[in-house]
């Protein structure tokens, strides 16, 4: 799906172009100004990606924060990778940046603090080293 938008072969309300990516609106739906940069090459995992594309993407993800920041107090700028999850309207395989604008005390950040304050909880910096030689 993404393949084709990417290479202007489907519709889509373009925000800029560069020599790797596209930028354009997602679904006004889940928060107006939801934007998504992606490669126009078919690329599932930032690991698969060319240094060069990399770059030209993450340029593109810079300039349209810059460009949400002008009507948005905040961006939130997330990427993910779920190779466990089956493609569907949802999730889509082909990568991406979503570029969330967000305002204080929107919807959003109020589910999110909710949900934080409910299950934070300070961490002794030894549990942390455990993990971080656990995992790393």
């Excluded at 810059?66 to 990778?81: E, P, Q, W």
Aim: positive net charge.
């Amino acid at each position: 799906r993404f393949c084709e938008i990417a290479k202007g072969n489907a519709d889509r309300a373009l925000i800029s172009e560069s020599k790797h990516c596209v930028s354009f609106l997602s679904n006004p739906y889940l928060m107006k100004g939801h934007s998504l940069v992606v490669p126009k090459k078919h690329f599932e995992s930032l690991i698969e990606m060319p240094s060069p594309v990399l770059h030209d993407l993450i340029d593109e993800v810079k300039k349209l924060e810059k460009r949400i920041l002008k009507f948005s107090d905040g961006v939130l700028v997330y990427h993910n990778f779920l190779p466990f999850v089956a493609e569907k309207e949802t999730k889509v395989d082909h990568l991406h940046f979503h570029l969330w604008p967000r305002t204080n005390f929107d919807n959003y950040n109020k589910k999110v603090l909710i949900h934080q304050s409910k299950v934070w909880k300070k961490v002794e910096i030894k549990k942390l080293n455990s993990i971080r030689k656990e995992l790393f």
